[in-house]
T-cell receptor, first 113, second 114 residues
Framework: GESVGLHLPTLSVQEGDNSIINCAYS??????FIWYKQESGKGPQFIID?????DKRQGQRVTVLLNKTVKHLSLQIAATQPGDSAVYFC????????????FGKGTHLIIQP | SAVISQKPSRDICQRGTSLTIQCQVD?????MFWYRQQPGQSLTLIAT?????????ESGFVIDKFPISRPNLTFSTLTVSNMSPEDSSIYLC???????????FGSGTQLSVL
């Protein structure tokens, strides 16, 4: 995974707009990826996952894209709402599941009214 | 999805003391892990809690500092020993039904060491 930074990057979008949160992962052997949402004072909440045999997966208002060539993962949130304000983390599974997940730095998504 | 309960949810402790955090899952799970999240940062894996055997620690974390128990498939504890202010952090328990499945998280324990 990525090295841990001192500050989380921030993404500010207008309510109703679409947002894209990006993540670079480091381990070519990772075959499973997850996006989590973490609200203040809470534990991470599962949003969507994708396996390495796919390049796109859609959920309700969310889409995850996986580009294995450049080791890049993105989360698209459609028609953002105030409740989408949170920190978003990507996580990769470098050890085939038995070793836990490695988390990226996180992005703080702020929804402007 | 598993529901994970952690307690205490927060605590303020004195330097040199120890705190044990409990994690209870509402169903039997294969995998349980403990993470640390320092202020404003991402999650770092401390160890894998193995049922009936010693935990598997990540680089930088040792059993003497973070002893872990997992007596059965639904319960685990993490102890933060001989605490210093640098241990102030959120400690998170997580679990998965099977290997290679998504992890579910508890709400965390916010620890402040004075």
């Amino acid at each position: 995974g990525e090295s841990v930074g001192l500050h989380l990057p921030t993404l500010s979008v207008q309510e109703g707009d679409n947002s894209i949160i990006n993540c670079a992962y480091s381990n070519s052997a990772s075959d499973y990826f997850i996006w989590y949402k973490q609200e203040s004072g809470k534990g991470p909440q599962f949003i969507i996952d994708i396996r390495s045999n796919m390049d796109k997966r859609q959920g309700q208002r969310v889409t995850v894209l996986l580009n294995k060539t450049v080791k890049h993962l993105s989360l698209q949130i459609a028609a953002t709402q105030p409740g989408d304000s949170a920190v978003y983390f990507c996580a990769e599974n470098p050890g085939g599941g038995a070793d836990g997940l490695t988390f990226g730095k996180g992005t703080h998504l702020i929804i402007q009214p | 999805s598993a529901v994970i309960s952690q307690k205490p949810s927060r605590d303020i402790c004195q330097r040199g003391t120890s705190l044990t955090i409990q994690c209870q899952v509402d169903s039997q799970v294969t995998m349980m892990f403990w993470y640390r999240q320092q202020p404003g940062q991402s999650l770092t894996l401390i160890a894998t809690a193995n049922q009936g055997s010693e935990a598997t620690y990540e680089s930088g974390f040792v059993i003497d500092k973070f002893p872990i128990s997992r007596p059965n498939l639904t319960f685990s504890t993490l102890t933060v020993s001989n605490m210093s202010p640098e241990d102030s952090s959120i400690y998170l328990c997580s679990a998965a039904d099977r290997v290679d499945e998504k992890l579910f998280f508890g709400s965390g324990t916010q620890l402040s060491v004075l």
